[in-house]
């Protein structure tokens, strides 16, 4: 049954006299009747500069090509609640938003974004805020305080993928913010913006200097933490607690997770290498003239080579069921993903069991995004369905 306080926000919600976009929404540990969520405007458009790309700790390129998305619009955080009222059937949905630019818990973030435009905003834990000077593009990330230092500690991990791959450059930090150069490239994410031609091409750059940094990895700090399986499952039974009481079914989501719980478990772990831990089509930029870029790198750690190639073929196959690609580039990737693997030894068991668990991992996560709440029950129920037919 359903937590009674355990409902998601509409699409459009109303404060302080404004219809709001809801974009991210994120359940607030320990507090069952909250949501922290990020919002836009839902009508008009902040951003007048010209079309952004996405957030990243470095940004992307600043030019854009002529297909290029709408202009960004700058994002709030707050808080929602469903409230019930005496004598009323129905509760009502509250949205509370911090003021512009601010967080109670970033207090770094009224400063960073002066003349800059928030693009991101995880209320409590961080917002990337966008500087346009000209042509220069500059994203600072801002954290609670003190903050800082962890990221730039996995910044110097993530030096084992530096050569292979275009990484952030730092320009400034203090202890809640860092802020880096644009990273020239177009993102993986993003098809339409690449061209059919350059399609397989970008991915096989990308994954050939993927292969590179596992295979000559350097000296990574003795603090370098290691992402196993037992990580993992944590990661995904987090998840599923955490999306039990928002869905329908929820018994037998457990039941799937409890199975790819056992699947990693089964995993030899005689090999770890350098790996993004967190990576996402979205994370891998192309430039024909420059090579490959890897952005948002901070998580880097030692982990199995299946957990990244892993969440690499599960974005895929998620992005075509929520219509953001086609089959015949999913298929490209694929494909290329699965050469990569065998080439660097990675059994198609290990490489399966870690692709199941980004995907149902992607269905609890993106159950809390209004707009792609029906593709995450879709790819759940077919999940859960494929663990019947086992």
């Given at each position: 049954?359903?937590?009674?306080?355990?409902?998601?926000?509409?699409?459009?919600?109303?404060?302080?006299?404004?219809?709001w976009?809801?974009?991210?929404?994120?359940?607030?540990?320990?507090?069952?009747?909250?949501?922290?969520?990020?919002?836009?405007?839902?009508?008009?458009?902040?951003?007048?500069?010209g079309?952004?790309p996405?957030?990243?700790?470095?940004?992307?390129?600043?030019?854009?090509?002529?297909?290029?998305?709408?202009?960004?619009?700058?994002?709030?955080a707050?808080?929602?609640?469903?409230?019930?009222?005496?004598?009323?059937?129905?509760?009502?949905?509250?949205?509370?938003?911090?003021?512009?630019?601010?967080?109670?818990?970033?207090?770094?973030?009224?400063?960073?974004?002066r003349?800059?435009?928030?693009?991101?905003?995880?209320?409590?834990?961080?917002?990337?805020?966008?500087?346009?000077?000209?042509?220069?593009?500059?994203?600072?990330?801002?954290?609670?305080?003190?903050?800082?230092?962890?990221?730039?500690?996995?910044?110097?991990?993530?030096?084992?993928?530096?050569?292979?791959?275009?990484?952030?450059?730092?320009?400034?930090?203090?202890?809640?913010?860092?802020?880096?150069?644009?990273?020239?490239?177009?993102?993986?994410?993003?098809?339409?913006?690449?061209?059919?031609?350059?399609?397989?091409?970008?991915?096989?750059?990308?994954?050939?200097?993927?292969?590179?940094?596992i295979?000559?990895?350097?000296?990574?700090?003795?603090?370098?933490?290691?992402?196993?399986?037992?990580?993992?499952?944590?990661?995904?039974?987090?998840?599923?607690?955490?999306?039990?009481?928002?869905?329908?079914?929820?018994?037998?989501?457990?039941?799937?997770?409890?199975?790819?719980?056992?699947?990693?478990?089964?995993?030899?772990?005689?090999?770890?290498?350098?790996?993004?831990?967190?990576?996402?089509?979205?994370?891998?930029?192309?430039?024909?003239?420059?090579?490959?870029?890897?952005?948002?790198?901070?998580?880097?750690?030692?982990?199995?080579?299946?957990?990244?190639?892993?969440?690499l073929?599960?974005?895929?196959?998620?992005?075509?069921?929520?219509?953001?690609?086609?089959?015949?580039?999913?298929?490209?990737?694929?494909?290329?993903?699965?050469?990569?693997?065998?080439?660097?030894?990675?059994?198609?068991?290990?490489?399966?069991?870690y692709?199941?668990?980004?995907?149902?991992?992607?269905?609890?996560?993106?159950?809390?995004?209004?707009?792609?709440?029906?593709?995450?029950?879709?790819?759940?129920?077919?999940?859960?369905?494929?663990?019947?037919?086992?």
């Open positions: 049954m359903l937590h009674p306080a355990a409902s998601l926000p509409s699409r459009i919600l109303s404060a302080e006299g404004t219809r976009s809801v974009e991210r929404v994120w359940p607030v540990p320990g507090e069952s009747e909250v949501l922290a969520v990020e919002v836009t405007t839902a009508d008009g458009v902040d951003d007048v500069d079309a952004g996405s957030p990243a700790e470095t940004g992307r390129s600043p030019a854009a090509p002529a297909d290029a998305p709408a202009p960004r619009r700058a994002r709030r707050g808080h929602f609640r469903i409230q019930q009222h005496a004598g009323t059937a129905r509760p009502s949905e509250q949205l509370e938003l911090f003021p512009p630019n601010t967080d109670p818990q970033l207090p770094a973030l009224e400063r960073a974004a003349d800059g435009l928030v693009i991101a905003h995880e209320p409590g834990l961080r917002a990337v805020v966008r500087h346009r000077d000209g042509t220069r593009e500059t994203y600072t990330v801002v954290l609670p305080d003190g903050g800082a230092a962890e990221l730039l500690a996995g910044m110097r991990r993530a030096q084992a993928f530096s050569g292979p791959f275009r990484l952030p450059h730092l320009i400034s930090q203090d202890d809640s913010t860092a802020t880096f150069q644009a990273l020239a490239g177009v993102s993986l994410h993003r098809p339409h913006r690449i061209g059919v031609e350059a399609w397989e091409t970008a991915w096989d750059q990308s994954l050939d200097a993927w292969s590179t940094a295979q000559h990895p350097g000296e990574l700090p003795a603090s370098t933490p290691v992402h196993g399986a037992a990580t993992e499952i944590r990661r995904l039974q987090r998840w599923e607690a955490l999306t039990r009481p928002y869905i329908v079914g929820a018994e037998l989501f457990q039941a799937s997770v409890t199975a790819a719980c056992e699947a990693l478990a089964s995993v030899p772990e005689r090999r770890m290498v350098p790996a993004h831990r967190q990576l996402r089509d979205d994370d891998l930029l192309y430039s024909a003239e420059l090579g490959p870029g890897l952005v948002k790198v901070s998580s880097a750690g030692w982990a199995h080579p299946a957990l990244d190639l892993g969440g073929r599960a974005g895929a196959k998620w992005n075509e069921l929520r219509g953001l690609w086609d089959a015949p580039r999913r298929a490209v990737v694929d494909r290329l993903i699965n050469d990569t693997a065998y080439r660097n030894g990675v059994p198609a068991h290990a490489l399966d069991a692709e199941r668990a980004a995907l149902l991992r992607l269905s609890a996560q993106f159950t809390f995004s209004p707009s792609l709440a029906d593709a995450a029950e879709a790819l759940r129920a077919n999940l859960v369905q494929s663990e019947q037919r086992r």
